[in-house]
């Protein structure tokens, strides 16, 4: 079954170019046809992406600039189903602002972001974008400290949100074992009726990470999920998002090493808003380039 996401951007799509074909023989043949979809309710398609080799998100040619600055120069960048990527480099490398253009919160100026072959990011708003399966963990944890840790859980839920939904619902069996599913994930299952405000630091973080997973997110962007945890917290969170690859494509932008080398199976280094590299954790190290810009030798 087309998900909503992908029939809104059909529509889109096609509503755009639908005065192109009003009026002529092909647009009226077509609506006599019985053996395919209508054109005009068919999504956009971009063969570039090779879902084939297991393509999820694809990044080309994008660029932005602010008052001048060029933040992003000419980026491409590819994820896979069930990815787990790390995104080094240097502050102000541009690592938020691709994240920032991949959750439509900026709009390039120039490139293509596409989730699969028919999702074209950049005609999709913030909402549709979460919608379609693509959820954002930012540095600082953002939980409502009042409610439960079970309570966080259950209003992330994937589902209608508006008052009467929410006045009206009660949870299902199989909602209350996705609940217990996470909680598991995530290391707080004994902690499920504790305010989420008197958790610690780092589980806090996990907590924010199993709301975006009751979201069921196809890809996930994870913003220095280590910052301030023990190295205790650190082990758990390693042991967590490789937990998490395979069933998630999951993008980790990340300062300390020693974590990056802990999940890292593929690196990304930012440089200027350009990947200056991209490898295994060993070749990354070994990069004269990365040294010079990154490491400072």
Not at 164 to 189: N, P, T
Request: charged fraction near 25%.
């Amino acid at each position: 079954m087309m998900s909503k996401a992908l029939w809104n951007e059909g529509v889109r799509y096609q509503a755009e170019h639908l005065p192109e074909q009003t009026g002529s023989a092909e647009f009226f043949a077509d609506l006599t046809r019985r053996d395919q979809v209508f054109s005009f309710l068919k999504p956009p398609f971009n063969p570039k992406v090779d879902v084939k080799s297991g393509m999820l998100l694809y990044v080309e040619g994008v660029s932005v600039s602010f008052d001048g600055f060029k933040a992003i120069n000419d980026l491409n960048l590819y994820i896979k189903e069930g990815e787990l990527r790390c995104i080094i480099g240097p502050n102000g490398a541009g690592k938020t602002t691709m994240m920032d253009i991949i959750t439509g919160k900026t709009r390039p100026d120039t490139g293509e972001v596409w989730l699969g072959q028919q999702l074209n990011l950049l005609n999709m708003d913030e909402a549709q974008i979460a919608n379609a399966g693509i959820g954002r963990k930012f540095q600082k944890p953002t939980v409502f400290e009042a409610l439960s840790v079970w309570e966080n859980l259950e209003l992330s839920m994937s589902g209608k949100k508006d008052t009467w939904a929410l006045f009206r619902a009660v949870l299902s069996s199989e909602q209350k074992c996705d609940i217990m599913r996470v909680l598991e994930l995530i290391g707080l299952e004994t902690h499920y009726r504790m305010q989420a405000g008197r958790l610690s630091h780092g589980q806090k973080q996990w907590l924010e990470i199993g709301m975006l997973l009751m979201q069921k997110p196809r890809l996930l962007l994870v913003d220095e999920p280590v910052a301030g945890m023990t190295h205790q917290e650190m082990d758990r969170t390693s042991e967590l998002l490789l937990s998490l690859a395979g069933n998630h494509s999951i993008m980790v932008v990340e300062h300390d090493m020693d974590f990056v080398r802990s999940i890292a199976s593929t690196v990304t280094v930012l440089h200027q808003g350009h990947v200056l590299a991209e490898g295994k954790m060993k070749e990354i190290q070994d990069d004269p380039r990365v040294r010079e810009v990154y490491l400072g030798q």
